[in-house]
């Protein structure tokens, strides 16, 4: 199997430098399926011999459409919430449009028709046809985790029941952790429902969240693997996923005992800083499974009127959870961003891809 290997580094907050390498296998050029399924590749980080992370990516339309470009799109609520006015794209009729912009329900929507795809297909139909309904359970994580409709997605595939145990983690500020001034913090985790012996019969968690900086999900991991004693396997379903925060993930194998694997939409990201939540697409056409929708998607995004390309900064996390729930909020987010980075906004944009198309 031909591979393609990045190694990499990067400067950790208490200065401790961490080298590794993503290892992607090569796919074969691109033929779509007759199905419309879709497509996978598998990889891995890997930080000494010892300490390995297993992933996975997946091309199908609803993951191309979440990470890359949607076409054929024209609402006019959105368009409003957006800046635009009816009149701006009466003629177009139909416009073109970077998946950090499709929000609220219909991005819910679009992740539910990514995960039917995904869960049908062999990587995870094999962990979850080895295993009975009761060795199963969700953990969608607040607030992202919600909308990813993993229960629904298994539930369609394979008529599994399985326990879903919502929990709520995320950073708060700790003056007494050194240098990073910040822990994480579990104030809910609903598995009161299970008796002990539905807790012993769990012995593979699917976790709902993208991957940011890593620390979230590392502890998750965690403390699922504390609560449920006879965990064997974590099935991380990351649509979003830096490579920092995958590689500040990947020895929590080690450390818990317990086979990790991350299933992530296209392509992986790059941690941008200062902010190393603000993340955007590799420019390495082996990073894409379809390296022609990372060509168009860039194209769209264009270039500032200093030159500078935009997508090299327009981060493919944009809002994160506030995406699914507040588009109002998406669209400031982005604004503020374009406006600090580029001196644009993201009507800018559309008028100026509307003009040329």
């Known amino acids: 199997m031909a591979l393609f290997n990045h190694p990499y580094q990067f400067s950790e907050e208490d200065q401790t430098q961490i ?10 050029p691109y033929q779509a399926p007759p199905d419309g399924s879709g497509f996978f590749r598998t990889g891995r980080i890997t930080l000494s011999p010892e300490i ?4 996975v990516f997946y091309h199908n339309p609803a993951t191309s459409s979440f ?10 609520n959105a368009f409003e919430i957006m800046g635009l006015s009816p009149e ?24 539910g028709k990514a995960m039917q795809s995904i869960f049908a297909a062999p990587p995870l139909r094999e962990t979850i046809l080895n295993h009975q309904q009761h060795n199963l359970a969700v953990f969608p994580i607040a607030r992202e985790g919600l909308k990813y ?15 879903e145990i919502v929990l709520d983690a995320h950073h708060v500020f700790d003056s007494n952790v050194p240098v990073y001034n910040r822990k994480v913090e579990m104030t809910l985790f609903k598995d009161k429902d299970l008796d002990q012996h539905q807790h012993e019969n769990i012995s593979v968690a699917f976790i709902a ?22 965990l064997e396997r974590v099935e991380v379903i990351a649509p979003l996923a830096t490579i920092r925060g995958l590689s500040r993930i990947a020895d929590t194998e080690c450390r818990n005992g317990v086979k990790v694997r991350v299933h992530i939409f296209e392509t992986i990201l790059n941690a941008l800083p200062p902010d190393f939540y603000y993340s955007a697409h590799y420019n390495i056409p082996e990073f894409h499974i379809r390296p022609d929708l990372e060509e168009a998607y860039r194209a769209w995004w264009g ?3 200093q030159g500078n390309i935009i997508a090299d900064t327009a981060c493919a996390g944009y809002g994160w959870s506030e995406v699914f729930y507040s588009p109002r909020k998406q669209i400031e987010m982005i604004n503020g961003e374009l406006a600090h980075r580029h001196q644009m906004n993201i009507v800018d944009l559309i008028r100026r891809n509307l003009k040329d198309s």
Do not use: W
Request: contains cysteine.
């Open 149 to 163: 409709q993993v229960s629904e997605a298994i539930f369609d595939n394979y008529g599994y029941y399985c326990d």
């Open 19 to 28: 080298n590794g390498n993503l290892i992607l296998e090569k796919p074969l």
């Open 209 to 230: 969240d993208s991957i940011a900086s890593g620390l979230v999900m590392r502890e998750t991991i965690t403390e699922i693997k504390r609560r449920f004693k006879n």
């Open 52 to 55: 390995n992370l297993e992933l």
């Open 67 to 76: 990470i890359y470009l949607q076409d054929k799109y024209c609402n006019r």
């Open 303 to 305: 270039e500032d009127t």
């Open 88 to 111: 701006e794209i009466q003629e177009h009729g139909e416009i073109t449009l970077p998946g950090q912009l499709c929000m609220g329900a219909k991005r819910t929507k679009l992740i």
